[in-house]
């Protein structure tokens, strides 16, 4: 099974995402600022990747500043901090450094930095192998939703690839493959950055799950002429009314999902809801640089000049969404009642 991410006692090893399909590259993070990097170039990307990889970056950060002078706890707030500002939208990322403090804030008070060090170590393993276990438990719940011999479509990637194991879609995807209920998966390209065309192929081509790809504009013709049966996407973040942010033109595919009357699943771990958000209108979205946009495999395919509009997600208004799955089980409107017994089960605020 191809892994995003590997922590090597010392040095977080990831994917290269940026260089798939063409190559397999590995980068090996000995620091915590090539980890910020790494998220920031999108050399690990997905939400629950991002938040395992920025997990591990704390812990690197913690060992560079065993044995410096000055205070170990206000330097380390200034890594998890820098970490932060990576990408403003998955909200794993935030989730996992808060939680990677809270592990420190653990500590006595009296406790050495290099306890504290080991103790962040172990949480971001029980991060990483959490993750591995919810996935699996996502993509149980989630391939009962589908009749067997069904065709569906994703957009961008959700599998393995943005998560530490399986993934959440693609999870979903490949369970309901081996139990004969998904027979093709047609995955748009996801412009500007390709990750269907890249990734999410790549990833079921790997795993013999035969895959049809589409350009972006290509998913209403698709449903019109009856090729698929549903759609399901990942999530970067889901507000305590049931909206979805995921990346730029999901929204384009749940408003055909509806046109056409095909279900459109969201698939997420409970680390991605963000209840302390009211509404998809309050999420941040990460807006990228044009040369996204202007170029295509670093050749130019726009004027010099020519004003861009680059947003990396956009959200998807709750009344689009048939059923978000998720660990504990799939939630169905009214999503802000379903969410608020999610939040009240887990403790979250």
Not at 110 to 128: C, F, G, R, T
Not at 173 to 179: K, L, S, V, Y
Not at 235 to 250: E, W
């Amino acid at each position: 099974m191809v892994r995003s991410l590997a922590w090597q006692t010392d040095c977080l090893r990831l994917l290269n995402q940026t260089a798939l399909p063409g190559s397999t590259e590995y980068i090996d993070c000995r620091d915590w600022r090539r980890v910020a990097e790494a998220i920031r170039r999108l050399e690990v990307r997905g939400a629950p990747a991002i938040g395992a990889a920025a997990a591990f970056g704390l812990v690197l950060g913690a060992r560079e500043l065993v044995g410096r002078p000055g205070d170990f706890r206000s330097a380390l707030l200034k890594v998890a901090e820098e970490l932060r500002s990576t990408r403003p939208t998955a909200v794993n990322l935030f989730w996992a450094i808060d939680r990677m403090l809270a592990a420190a804030d653990r500590c006595s008070g009296d406790a050495e930095p290099a306890a504290v060090m080991s103790a962040l170590e172990k949480e971001a393993v029980a991060i990483a192998r959490e993750d591995e276990a919810v996935n699996r438990r996502i993509s149980e719940n989630g391939a009962a939703l589908f009749p067997p011999g069904s065709a569906v479509l994703t957009h961008c990637n959700a599998g393995a690839l943005a998560t530490v194991a399986f993934g959440t879609a693609l999870g979903v995807i490949g369970e309901a493959w081996r139990q004969g209920r998904i027979s093709r998966v047609f995955a748009d390209e996801t412009r500007p950055l390709l990750q269907g065309a890249r990734l999410t192929a790549w990833e079921l081509h790997q795993a013999g799950i035969p895959v049809t790809l589409i350009t972006d504009n290509m998913a209403g013709w698709v449903m019109q002429r009856g090729m698929v049966q549903a759609a399901i996407v990942g999530a970067d973040r889901i507000t305590a009314n049931g909206d979805v942010a995921n990346k730029i033109g999901t929204y384009s595919v749940a408003v055909l999902a509806r046109e056409h009357g095909i279900p459109f699943y969201v698939a997420a771990p409970v680390s991605t809801f963000d209840f302390s958000l009211d509404s998809g209108a309050d999420i941040p979205i990460e807006e990228r640089g044009p040369a996204e946009v202007t170029s295509l495999g670093g050749v130019r395919t726009a004027p010099d000049g020519i004003e861009v509009f680059n947003p990396a997600f956009d959200v998807t208004p709750n009344r689009l969404v048939t059923a978000i799955i998720t660990e504990h089980g799939v939630l169905r409107a009214p999503y802000r009642e379903a969410i608020a017994a999610l939040r009240d089960k887990k403790g979250g605020n």
